[in-house]
C-alpha cells in the first residue's frame, strides 16, 4: 500500500500526503470497501483523497464513475485526471461518446445524467465499482437535492463503494448511518493550508446603480490580490466581471497593465 501512495505521489508530483488523506488512510479508506464521508475546508485536498481510493480500484482492475453538479465541473475533473490518461493509459472520459460507458476506467459525469443513463440502462452501472460524489453538500439543496438522492439510491442498489466529498455538511452521522454506516473523515478548518478571512462590505446604504462600483473600490482598498466572487447566475458572473474590468481600467490602469486582473 506505501508503495501505490508513493507512486500515485510521484504521478502528481506532490512531495507529501496532506491531512484529509491521512485521516482517511489511517481510517481504512484503502483497506476496506466501506462507504466514505470526507468533510474538509476547501484546498486542503479532498479530491486527492479520493484520487488514492480511485487509484487503488485502477489497480486492482475496477472502474470509477466521478459524479459532479455540473458541466463546467465534468470539464475540469477530466483536465484534472488527465495525468492518469497520459501516464497510465487510464480512459477518463465523460458521457460523450458511445463506448464511454462500456469502456472508461474513469468516467466524470452529472448527477442527472447518471440518474437518467443508470435508468435507461442499469447494465452500464454495473460495470463499474467505485463512485466518487463530489459537493456532496447539495444532498440539501431544495433543487438538485432530491436528483442526488436518488443518484445514491441507485449507487446503493448497484453496490457501488460510495466516497462522498464536501467542504461542509449537516447532520453527518444520519447520512453516513443511511450510506450504510459510512466512515466519517472530518478534517477542522484550522487545518486550511490559506486562511479565509471574512468581511462585510457595506453597501445597504449606497444606492443600487453605485453598488457595484463601491464593491470595486473596497476590493482595490484591500489590496489581496486575486479575488474570487461568486455570483448566482451566470448572466451576473459576466455583468460583475465586465464592470469590474472597466472600473480597473479606468480607475486603477497600473493594475490592469500589471495583469492582476482575469475577466470572466
Request: overall charge neutral.
Given at each position: 500500500?506505501v508503495?501505490m ?5 510521484e504521478?502528481?508530483e506532490?512531495?507529501s500526503l496532506?491531512p484529509?488523506q ?11 470497501t466501506?462507504?466514505?464521508?470526507i468533510?474538509a475546508?476547501?484546498s ?9 481510493a480511485?487509484?487503488?480500484t485502477l ?10 453538479p455540473s458541466?463546467?465541473?465534468v470539464?475540469?475533473?477530466i483536465?484534472d485526471?488527465k495525468?492518469?490518461e497520459?501516464?497510465k493509459?487510464y480512459?477518463?472520459?465523460?458521457t460523450?461518446g458511445?463506448?464511454a460507458w462500456?469502456k472508461a476506467h474513469?468516467?466524470?459525469?452529472t448527477?442527472e445524467r ?5 435508468l ?8 463499474f ?10 444532498l440539501y439543496d431544495?433543487f438538485r437535492?432530491?436528483?442526488l438522492e436518488k ?10 463503494r460510495l466516497i462522498c466529498?464536501?467542504?461542509?455538511f449537516?447532520d453527518k452521522?444520519e ?16 487545518d ?8 462585510v462590505?457595506p453597501v445597504y ?5 453605485k ?6 473600490t ?9 479575488y474570487?466572487?461568486f ?11 465586465k464592470?469590474?474590468k472597466?472600473y480597473?481600467?479606468?480607475h486603477?490602469?497600473e493594475i ?5 486582473y482575469?475577466?470572466?
Amino acid at each position: 500500500m506505501v508503495d501505490m501512495i508513493s507512486e500515485l505521489l510521484e504521478l502528481k508530483e506532490y512531495n507529501s500526503l496532506r491531512p484529509p488523506q491521512e485521516k482517511a488512510i489511517e481510517r481504512g479508506l484503502l483497506e476496506n470497501t466501506k462507504n466514505y464521508i470526507i468533510i474538509a475546508p476547501t484546498s486542503t485536498g479532498k479530491t486527492f483523497t479520493a484520487e488514492l481510493a480511485m487509484y487503488k480500484t485502477l489497480k486492482s482492475g475496477g472502474r470509477v464513475l466521478y459524479l459532479v453538479p455540473s458541466k463546467a465541473l465534468v470539464t475540469e475533473k477530466i483536465s484534472d485526471f488527465k495525468y492518469l490518461e497520459e501516464k497510465k493509459d487510464y480512459y477518463v472520459t465523460d458521457t460523450k461518446g458511445d463506448d464511454a460507458w462500456d469502456k472508461a476506467h474513469i468516467l466524470v459525469t452529472t448527477f442527472e445524467r447518471f440518474f437518467f443513463e443508470t435508468l435507461k440502462n442499469p447494465v452500464r452501472t454495473q460495470g463499474f465499482n467505485l463512485a466518487i460524489i463530489d459537493e456532496f453538500h447539495l444532498l440539501y439543496d431544495k433543487f438538485r437535492g432530491f436528483i442526488l438522492e436518488k443518484s445514491l439510491i441507485l449507487s446503493k442498489e448497484f453496490d457501488l463503494r460510495l466516497i462522498c466529498l464536501s467542504a461542509t455538511f449537516e447532520d453527518k452521522e444520519e447520512v453516513a448511518e443511511w450510506l450504510g454506516n459510512a466512515i466519517l473523515v472530518t478534517i477542522p478548518e484550522d487545518d486550511r493550508e490559506i486562511k479565509l478571512d471574512e468581511e462585510v462590505i457595506p453597501v445597504y446604504d449606497v444606492p443600487a446603480k453605485k453598488r457595484q462600483q463601491e464593491i470595486y473600490t473596497h476590493l482595490i482598498k484591500l489590496k489581496n490580490h486575486p479575488y474570487l466572487i461568486f455570483c448566482n447566475t451566470k448572466p451576473n458572473c459576466l455583468s460583475r466581471a465586465k464592470g469590474m474590468k472597466e472600473y480597473i481600467r479606468t480607475h486603477h490602469p497600473e493594475i490592469f497593465r500589471g495583469k492582476h486582473y482575469t475577466g470572466g
